[in-house]
């Protein structure tokens, strides 16, 4: 299904429940809107016997359940695993794909291709630490990379990885990806894998071999079934060390699995209430816990009463001016929150009227759902409890910062960056308040960190705590490798940072 299929699909249907026949209508996820007109002329239709109709559609939020409900329905996910993939892969493609013209070194860059895509696909059980976000990487990528390699080894004897670099990156799998750290990652398998070093070079012996990573060895031949018996002796249970991960990101990836899994389960238990209209009763029950927990974390602060004034444009500290502005937000942010609440509370209680805005704040935590206008404002914690206690943390730490910013002594204490609700600004004003120190433009300066103690060139520089590692271990002097039973979270001790005059070379 697409553009323009939709009235030859009616027309189709008519046809075959007619004459009762089987029909099929595919990628219905891209025709939901299409969907309604589908319901209404299965309902109109008066079909022989034999008439069956197959429907296929990828997961999609907004599938109209009215046509899931009068359906079978079978759900197919492809298997788990590196080894599983890689044996896909090579069913799908003939043996005179593989050994055309006998050419070893095409045959082994096959292979690097179908382990490739493998990875690509696989790693993206490892979200966030192996892909930053779920991409489609599908069969037409491999499909496209093939006919690439084909042409390689057909038009030219030179071999030109590079060519293959650019599109495999810039057209592709890379043209799926918007994140810089994903596309180092894409880069840096494909210079693994995809190289003159490895692929098509010559030994002692004048052979061609291939220095496959992973210490496997391929096969000296272009037989389907040597590169199958290869694949069949891959373990069942993907090793890290094949995505290069950590040895420990399966407790990770079991952590983040055990809390979608915990946070669909709040979901379903709050389905039936959360897409009802206004229930007291059940309002009450639900929303108790949030309600509670406000009312707990302003018992001692007076965040919610504080008055407060935009801070005017200086010409003083940007640290200063940062850290104020900082504040200022924070103290909207709680008091906007304090409305809303209040405003449910209200509703709640029956003194006063269900608005569409209330309607939609009580949906979203009904759901488990942090509420969009929270979000616009902070891009905090999706769960609403941690986005509240995140919040009143964080407001009472800056004012601290606001005192310790006034009295001038905010860097000469060690600091946290999470008590920031931007902490990468915060950074960014201390290089505009070393520019201004160092009469100097704020292009000629470079970040820098250090574990060894005062950075010498540093005019201004901030010691700061709380960072924390992921996927491996660093004791301030050298990185280590984790194990498997090592922590997933491991803490960092405290560093300078600073910005300092860049050398340039010319």
């Known amino acids: 299904m697409g553009q323009g299929q939709a009235d030859l699909a009616i027309q189709t249907l008519k046809e075959c429940a007619h004459n009762g026949e089987w029909l099929c209508l595919k990628n219905l996820h891209l025709v939901i809107s299409w969907l309604p007109v589908l319901e209404k002329e299965l309902n109109t239709l008066q079909p022989q016997p034999n008439f069956r109709l197959w429907l296929t559609a990828e997961v999609h939020p907004k599938f109209t359940p009215i046509l899931l409900q009068s359906s079978l329905k079978i759900t197919y996910e492809a298997p788990p695993g590196l080894k599983k993939n890689l044996l896909r892969t090579y069913e799908s493609w003939m043996p005179e794909q593989i050994n055309k013209k006998g050419n070893l070194s095409r045959a082994h860059s096959l292979f690097c291709l179908a382990w490739f895509h493998a990875v ?3 790693r993206r059980n490892y979200i966030p630490q192996g892909w930053t976000k779920f991409y489609e990487f599908s069969l037409s990528d491999l499909r496209a990379g093939f006919d690439i390699i084909d042409r390689l080894f057909e038009d030219s004897k030179d071999f030109q990885w590079e060519f293959v670099h650019g599109l495999f990156e810039n057209a592709i799998y890379g043209g799926r990806i918007d994140n810089y750290f994903d596309m180092r990652v894409l880069r840096s398998y494909l210079e693994q894998l995809f190289n003159s070093r490895s692929i098509g070079s010559l030994n002692g012996r004048g052979k061609k071999m291939t220095t496959f990573p ?10 389907v079934l040597d590169y199958r018996n290869i694949i069949e002796s891959l373990p069942e249970d993907d090793k890290p060390e094949f995505f290069g991960l950590p040895a420990n990101i399966a407790r990770s990836s079991q952590r983040m699995i055990s809390s979608q899994v915990i946070s669909q389960l709040r979901i379903l238990s709050r389905s039936v209430t959360a897409g009802c209209k206004f229930d ?6 639900e929303l108790s816990p949030v309600l509670n927990l406000w009312k707990k974390l302003n018992q001692n602060s007076n965040l919610i009463h504080q008055k407060v004034s935009p801070p005017m444009e200086r010409q003083g500290s940007p640290i200063l ?15 906007s929150v304090h409305q809303s609440l209040a ?8 003194t006063s009227l ?6 939609r704040l009580a949906s979203a935590l009904l759901n488990q759902k942090c509420p969009l206008t929270w979000q616009s404002k902070w891009e905090g914690p999706e769960d609403p409890l941690q986005y509240l206690r995140g919040l009143v943390a964080r407001a009472l730490a800056i004012q601290n910062w606001v005192e310790k910013a006034e009295e001038q002594k905010l860097l000469a204490d060690t600091l946290d960056l999470s008590d920031l609700f931007h902490p990468e600004t915060f950074l960014n004003a201390l290089r505009q308040e070393t520019a201004r120190v160092m009469s100097c433009s704020v292009d000629s300066l470079k970040f820098t960190a250090s574990w060894k103690g005062r950075i010498q060139e540093g005019k201004l520089q901030v010691k700061i705590s709380g960072l924390q590692l992921e996927g491996c271990s660093f004791d301030g002097k050298r990185l280590s490798e984790n194990l498997h039973d090592s922590p997933s979270v491991s803490s960092v001790l405290p560093c300078y940072m600073a910005w300092i005059p860049q050398v340039l070379n010319y």
């Open 120 to 122: 690509c696909q696989e």
């Open 214 to 223: 992973y210490s496997i060895s391929l096969p000296n031949s272009c037989s």
């Open 280 to 285: 007291r009763e059940i309002w009450s029950t």
């Open 321 to 335: 001016s940062f850290i104020t502005l900082e504040q200022f937000n924070a103290i909207i942010l709680v008091q």
């Open 343 to 350: 405003s449910l509370s209200k509703v709640i209680r029956g």
């Open 354 to 359: 269900l608005s569409s805005e209330v309607q």
